[in-house]
């Protein structure tokens, strides 16, 4: 038995068990869940804070805050959500019912990036729980110390039958993978999720993809730029720039950039003072690697502000590049850094007409009080989301699906969208054998009667007859 194995087997067994199934049980992980974030919230505030400088307060909004969240919202409603939904059938059915029961997939994997190592590992978590599964969660191995403190956390919280932590890279991934799965939730690059679909594909094992890529801002002249500026760079600047969500890059005219600018600058300043540097606000980047890699994107571009780097130190300032071309690399991969690249268009129209030109984005940003404009990038505009006047925090609405759509994901979750992502709608039809409505479909067909009935019950025109 491999290593992998001995991780999934018992969870199958306890699922055949039927021990994940009751309501109880079901509440009782998720209370447990809650439990465990509030008593250790410094525990995982300081790995956070190892991982990617996060400060505590980021923590609390972006991860720990979004979790115990889901986790009410869950606890609220999951009585109702388990309810069988019945639904009518058509006369032609009758006399019968018919309701849509909310079966548990089974053993389902959840693979979690590094940018928000505990918020996107666990999120996913709380639906597999509240629809009845048992769950492995494999957290990124780049924030190592998250990682770390869920494997040590997790078995003392949480049923150690039904839910596993596995610690790995991308082969352990692989091996993982290989195993029998009723379900993939896979949150990572575009490249990866490719792998991952690849793999999974091979056992026709489900798959929701929660990928990442260049998610636009379009910003006119009709807004307060001020704030619009605040909104721009919190949402840009927060885990320095390590959101999937973060505004990706700019589209405005040159007279709504030049308008802007010192506004964004002066927000960076409000932040994270005049050294962001040497501020326990300002996150750093993940690794040396992904720092060089921020570092070569700049390279050659037309800094307005910002620009310093320092690979040594995991650091990369705040920057603004007025009139990136759409050609140069920083315009061709996410940036996943606190760099915001503007890029000159000529009106709404060619903003929409870039952004359809791209891969469809996980969120579209639009700040302008044009209400036909509004109206266009409902419209015209495929993306995830679509938010007026404020990035990221459309994260925040359990009600609201959170996914992406073509490169930027498949499936989506959050609130009830989780129960729904993580359970089978299995068709249930109750049909009573006495009166034996079902005459009519036998053979032999023909007769004026039969033809007359099944024109009333299906609305097709035309008595049958026998040959
Ligand atoms: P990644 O794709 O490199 O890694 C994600 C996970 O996949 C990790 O757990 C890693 O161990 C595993 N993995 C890596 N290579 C693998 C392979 N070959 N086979 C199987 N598993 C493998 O992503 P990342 O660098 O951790 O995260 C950054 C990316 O994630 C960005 O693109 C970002 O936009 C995206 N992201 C998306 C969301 C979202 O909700 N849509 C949220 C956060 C991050």
């Known amino acids: 038995m491999t290593a992998e194995s001995a991780a999934v087997d018992p969870l199958r067994r306890a699922f055949e068990s039927g021990l994940t199934r009751p309501y109880r049980w079901r509440r009782s992980q998720l209370l447990e869940l809650r439990r465990m974030l509030l008593d250790n919230r410094q525990a995982f505030e300081n790995a956070l804070t190892q991982d990617l400088g996060k400060h505590p307060v980021e923590s609390d909004i972006t991860e720990i805050g979004v979790l115990v969240g889901e986790i009410d919202h869950a606890l609220r409603r999951l009585k109702r959500w388990m309810r069988p939904s019945p639904v009518h059938i058509p006369l032609a059915l009758a006399p019968g019912s018919a309701r849509i029961v909310h079966e548990p997939l089974g053993v389902v994997l959840i693979i979690g990036p590094w940018n928000c190592p505990l918020q996107l590992i666990l999120a996913p978590l709380i639906g597999a729980l509240a629809a009845g599964n048992t769950a492995i969660i494999k957290p990124s191995e780049i924030a190592a110390a998250t990682s770390a403190t869920l494997a040590d956390l997790v078995p003392r919280y949480l049923d150690r039958r039904a839910i596993r932590v596995v610690e790995g890279d991308a082969d352990i991934t692989g091996k993982l993978l290989e195993q029998r799965l009723d379900h993939v939730f896979f949150t990572g690059s575009e490249q990866v999720g490719r792998v991952v679909a690849a793999a999974a594909a091979k056992t026709l094992t489900p798959v929701t993809l929660e990928l990442g890529g260049k998610s636009p801002v379009y910003i006119d002249g009709t807004v307060d730029a001020a704030v619009a500026a605040r909104r721009i760079m919190w949402g840009k600047l927060l885990n320095a720039g390590q959101t999937c969500v973060a505004p990706d890059y700019v589209l405005a005219t040159p007279a709504t950039a030049r308008a802007l600018i010192p506004h964004l ?196 025109r035309g008595a049958p007859r026998s040959r």
């Open 265 to 460: 600058q002066r927000a960076v300043r409000q932040m994270y003072g005049t050294d962001p540097e040497s501020s326990d606000d300002y996150g750093s980047i993940i690794t040396e690697k992904h720092t060089r890699r921020l570092a070569a994107l700049l390279e050659g571009q037309p800094v307005s502000f910002g620009g310093a780097v320092s690979v040594p130190k995991r650091f990369v300032a705040p920057t603004v590049i007025d009139g990136a071309s759409p050609s140069s690399a920083i315009m061709h991969e996410e940036i996943f850094g606190p760099v915001l690249p503007i890029v000159h268009v000529h009106s709404a129209e060619e903003a929409r007409a870039f952004i359809r030109a791209r891969p469809k984005p996980l969120a579209t940003y639009v700040f302008t009080r044009d209400g036909g404009v509004r109206k266009a990038f409902v419209a015209e505009t495929s993306s995830g989301a679509l938010s007026f006047g404020a990035p990221a925090v459309h994260l925040g609405a359990p009600k609201l699906p959170f996914g992406g759509v073509g490169a930027s994901g498949v499936g989506s979750y959050h609130g009830k969208h989780s129960f729904t992502t993580f359970s089978h709608a299995k068709a249930v039809l109750d049909k009573p054998l006495h009166p034996d409505s079902m005459r009519l479909a036998y053979p032999p067909y023909g007769g004026r009667l039969k033809g007359l009935l099944l024109w009333l019950l299906t609305g097709v």
